[in-house]
């Protein structure tokens, strides 16, 4: 396992607040099928927090060994309701990223997007930085590490806490320690042969 860290430029941390402000305002105070209400200040840390962790994403795929040059980010701000189909698509394999903070250790999937069908190809886990100025990729997981039945994957309740933590859950997740990840050098080779 190896933590793979990257650094924002000043001009992509003030892109990402600068957006996180914006896109704000049109975004829903509780999550898929949550009950906790989010102000407007918790929306703009998690939804900058997002887009940090989709840049810290792109730099890093872009980089030696990898050198995958095609990704493109959405910075568009949708009408309440609306957001984008996934944060990027490479070689036709749709991919999501999960944001959390510094110190989480756990991939979450809301069980209530995969219900709907909400389900991507890769997931990656990219750990923010208390000041929004850099990201730690932990690695990712498959479609089928998330939904097929494993002992790597934990089924977790509505106000179950986030095992080894004092967190409880606002809805049922699909869970995944960060040690159960992808995450060597030959993981991510083979990422990128699937998606090239």
Known sequence: MVDFIIYLTDEEYKKCYDFAIE????QREYR???TQFRNLSMIQSDTQRGKVG???SKRFLEQSPFEIKEIKLD??????GEWDKQDFTLG???ISI???KWFSNWLLIETKDIQRGDIYDFYILVT???DFRSGTIKGYATKNDIVAINDKTQRLKKNEYIPGTQTKLDAPNYAR???DLRNSIEDWEDFVKIIK
Do not use: L, M
Not at 75 to 80: A, N, S, T
């Open 23 to 26: 896109s704000a305002k049109t």
């Open 32 to 34: 898929s099928g949550g």
């Open 54 to 56: 989709e840049i810290v």
């Open 75 to 80: 910075f568009d701000i949708y009408p309440r």
């Open 92 to 94: 036709g394999k749709s």
């Open 98 to 100: 999960k944001s959390v």
């Open 128 to 130: 923010i930085s208390k």
């Open 177 to 179: 320690h960060s040690k």
